[in-house]
Nanobody, 117 residues
Framework: VQLQAFGGGTVQAGGSLRLSCTVS????????VGWYRQPPGNQRELVAI????????????TNYADSVKGRFSISRDNYYTVSLQMNNLKPEDTAVYYC???????WGQGTHVTVSS
């Protein structure tokens, strides 16, 4: 299984971005996917996870870090894509964003998000 994050960019504070995570390999073995981020000079942290409960409808249970709750939304759009909608972005959201299964497999390159004040 391989996961790769896309969609980063530079936005002003208050703006929005939608990140996409493409999944390849044994997609039916994936039940839990998380979005992580690593701010400059800091450790990688988990910001959102989705646990699939119905592979037909792509519904799932979601959880968020307190720092992004109410602003970020994770969804599994189909078997191959997990998205992270980020609204009302703040400068402290600046980081490299990654997606991975839980438990973690190998890490992709990540996608850079920069929020200017």
């Amino acid at each position: 299984v391989q996961l790769q994050a896309f969609g980063g960019g530079t936005v002003q504070a208050g703006g929005s971005l939608r990140l996409s995570c493409t999944v390849s390999g044994d997609i039916f073995s994936i039940n839990v996917v998380g979005w992580y981020r690593q701010p400059p000079g800091n450790q990688r942290e988990l910001v959102a996870i989705i646990t699939s409960t119905d592979v037909t409808t792509m519904n799932g249970v979601t959880n968020y870090a307190d720092s992004v709750k109410g602003r970020f939304s994770i969804s599994r759009d189909n078997y191959y894509t997990v998205s992270l909608q980020m609204n009302n972005l703040k400068p402290e959201d600046t980081a490299v964003y990654y997606c991975n299964t839980i438990p973690n497999k190998s890490w992709g390159q990540g996608t850079h998000v920069t929020v200017s004040s």
